[in-house]
């Protein structure tokens, strides 16, 4: 149609192909946007959020897309976004000893609540993140024996010198390091399982080095 045009167009110039021209441009638009709000609307209901977003994308380059349409697009937004959080907060180098780390981990399992019926995969993980959430989320009962001849520190905690020593610490690993008058600082790890209420540790050295047992 657009070259019909193009021809009346040289065949007589003082035609008004205007409105010809002005109502192909509107159909075309149509057209392309009908294309991906469909492509769009497919990827959603596929669970293919990434071409979701692409193709809602397009079309609202071209016009507004209905409140239908957002809705769908804020979606697939946020269960990208989420399920990359999770994979950061749960497998990168984020420290679940810390409690501001565990708070970001509990607000963004009650963001996913709110909309992972959409997503199987972000169901998953959430419920994954949730059972962490719960195994990390309390203190265990640790009592340290040692000898006043010791400087110990666990993790960020400085315990000083000292014989017997009861504090509580996050399921995870914590190194400790263990100093001496005279001697080489002694670096070991331990880890506190999150199935225990309380753990006995005991520090041995010999003249090289220390180690930590579990009684």
Do not use: H, M, W
């Not at 441009?25 to 209901?45: D, G, P, S």
């Not at 994954?128 to 989320?137: L, M, P, Q, T, V």
């Amino acid at each position: 149609i657009n070259q019909k045009v193009d021809d009346l167009k040289i065949l007589n110039r003082t035609y008004d192909v205007e409105d010809f021209y002005k109502e192909i441009n509107l159909r075309k638009k149509n057209i392309n946007f009908n294309k991906f709000q469909n492509e769009a609307v497919t990827a959603f209901n596929n669970k293919n959020f990434s071409q979701a977003i692409s193709s809602f994308n397009s079309a609202q380059k071209i016009k507004s897309l209905n409140s239908d349409s957002v809705f769908k697009l804020n979606i697939s937004k946020n269960v990208l976004e989420l399920l990359s959080s999770f994979n950061e907060i749960l497998y990168g180098k984020y420290d679940l000893k810390k409690q501001s780390n565990l708070d970001l981990l509990e607000k963004k399992i009650q963001e996913s609540k709110k909309i992972y019926q959409y997503s199987p995969k972000l169901e998953e993980i959430t419920n994954e993140a949730e059972k962490i959430f719960f195994e990390r989320n309390k203190f265990i009962k640790i009592k340290i024996l040692s000898n006043e001849l010791f400087f110990v520190d666990i993790g960020t905690l400085k315990l000083g010198s000292f014989e017997e020593k009861n504090i509580e610490l996050r399921p995870g690993e914590y190194e400790i390091l263990v100093k001496r008058r005279g001697k080489a600082t002694s670096r070991t790890e331990i880890e506190i399982p999150s199935n225990s209420s309380t753990i006995t540790f005991q520090i041995i050295c010999s003249e090289s080095k220390c180690s930590v047992n579990k009684e």
